[in-house]
């Protein structure tokens, strides 16, 4: 180990003390809120493979916007309870920090872009956005 002086610690120990603390780097505080935007998409061609294939490869290509915290793709479950919805095709969750976030993933040029490339194959979207506290361990 390097021997350092007294001065030279006491005098290191005093600039840092003295450092304005917006230059320390501090670990962002955990959200409080969390925004959820559930997509379900509807094919033209229902039960078509290839559409449904094209339009997940699209969604993977979507994860890519920043602000998205946590995305989930998936399709309708094996479970059979009257009342669950099946009729869609694919499903699209997304977890934001708050609605600022989204707002940003909205007008974000991957979103756009994703639209303007993979629109043709639905014929229908349904969303359902949701703000609450955010999610806890049981």
């Given at each position: 180990?390097?021997?350092?002086?007294?001065?030279?610690?006491?005098?290191?120990?005093?600039?840092?003390?003295?450092?304005p603390a917006t230059v320390l780097p501090v670990a962002a505080a955990?959200?409080?809120?969390?925004?959820?935007?559930?997509?379900?998409?509807?094919l033209k061609n229902k039960g078509n493979e290839a559409d449904r294939?094209?339009?997940?490869?699209?969604?993977?290509?979507?994860?890519k916007v920043p602000t998205i915290r946590l995305s989930h793709i998936?399709?309708?479950?094996?479970?059979?309870?009257?009342?669950?919805?099946?009729?869609?095709?694919?499903?699209?969750?997304?977890?934001?920090?708050?609605?600022?976030?989204?707002?940003?993933?909205?007008?974000?040029?991957?979103?756009?872009?994703?639209?303007?490339?993979?629109?043709?194959?639905?014929?229908?979207?349904?969303?359902?956005?949701?703000?609450?506290?955010?999610?806890?361990?049981?």
């Amino acid at each position: 180990m390097k021997n350092v002086s007294r001065r030279k610690f006491l005098t290191t120990s005093a600039v840092v003390a003295a450092t304005p603390a917006t230059v320390l780097p501090v670990a962002a505080a955990p959200s409080k809120e969390l925004f959820v935007h559930h997509v379900y998409f509807f094919l033209k061609n229902k039960g078509n493979e290839a559409d449904r294939t094209k339009l997940m490869e699209g969604l993977e290509k979507l994860r890519k916007v920043p602000t998205i915290r946590l995305s989930h793709i998936g399709v309708p479950a094996s479970t059979n309870r009257s009342v669950i919805e099946k009729g869609y095709d694919v499903s699209w969750m997304l977890f934001f920090d708050n609605l600022d976030e989204e707002e940003i993933y909205q007008k974000h040029p991957i979103h756009l872009k994703f639209v303007e490339d993979y629109s043709h194959l639905w014929e229908k979207v349904i969303v359902y956005d949701s703000i609450g506290p955010a999610a806890k361990k049981a």
